[in-house]
């Protein structure tokens, strides 16, 4: 996935690396938990890790899952690069100023379809559970009636909210600017310059609409864990 390995990753690395710096500033320099939360904090801590690396798996999977759903009504080029197809010419002229001349884009219809659906599907599949398996666990070590006590909690919203939510500043109007380029601004014919450069939208909104419903998911929490403290 182009788009996951560029700009994703690094991303979600990123915001979460700062977030999880600022909560554990905040932790040690705020008041202690109460002495029986206190206690529990290694499971705690585990809980809430394995909640946010599922919502992780659950992004990613979901993206590319609807990444392959796009490509049925809206063609194989909204959600998929495809293979050039190299002109056969002599070796001395076929690198020009251009680069190759390319003949036309080859698409694995059903390779790339299926190879999506299987793994965005696993992927759902898999984060869900774990993350439905973590939040019977978190609730097992973290009764409601002490969670507006807890600091991971809050710390665990604050990550998630910066994370989604930066992901979905920076993918919602990058999907939407492929979208328009790929429906209204004219290509031409693809080219060696220019085959690597066309707007793939579909790989860009799926992860955008997964990291919006996820942000959409952790703000009334974290609405709701403010609330509770004032």
Not at 123 to 151: D, M, T, Y
Not at 185 to 204: C, H, L, M, N
Request: proline fraction near 7%.
């Amino acid at each position: 996935m182009i788009l996951g390995q560029s700009i994703l990753f690094p991303l979600v690395v990123l915001l979460a690396f700062v977030s999880f710096v600022v909560a554990a500033i905040v932790y040690f320099r705020s008041e202690k938990e109460p002495e029986p939360l206190q206690r529990r904090f290694l499971p705690r801590f585990y809980a809430y890790a394995m909640l946010f690396i599922s919502s992780l798996i659950l992004l990613i999977g979901g993206g590319r899952l609807l990444k392959a759903a796009f490509s049925y009504p809206l063609g194989m080029e909204f959600s998929y690069r495809g293979q050039p197809i190299y002109a056969e010419e002599e070796p001395e002229t076929m690198y020009r100023v251009m680069g190759p001349t390319i003949e036309g884009i080859e698409y694995r219809e059903e390779e790339e379809r299926l190879r999506g659906l299987l793994d965005g599907g696993a992927s759902v599949v898999i984060g869900g559970l774990f993350l439905a398996l973590h939040w019977v666990l978190r609730n097992r070590v973290e009764s409601q009636k002490e969670r507006p006590l807890s600091l991971l909690n809050k710390a665990y919203l604050m990550v998630s909210g910066v994370v989604y939510g930066g992901l979905s500043l920076v993918l919602i109007p990058m999907g939407l600017y492929q979208l328009i380029e790929f429906y209204f601004v004219p290509r031409g014919d693809p080219t060696a310059e220019t085959f690597w450069s066309r707007p793939i939208p579909g790989e860009a909104l799926g992860c955008a609409l997964m990291a919006l419903v996820l942000w959409l998911w952790i703000l009334p929490q974290l609405f709701k864990s403010l609330g509770g403290e004032r």
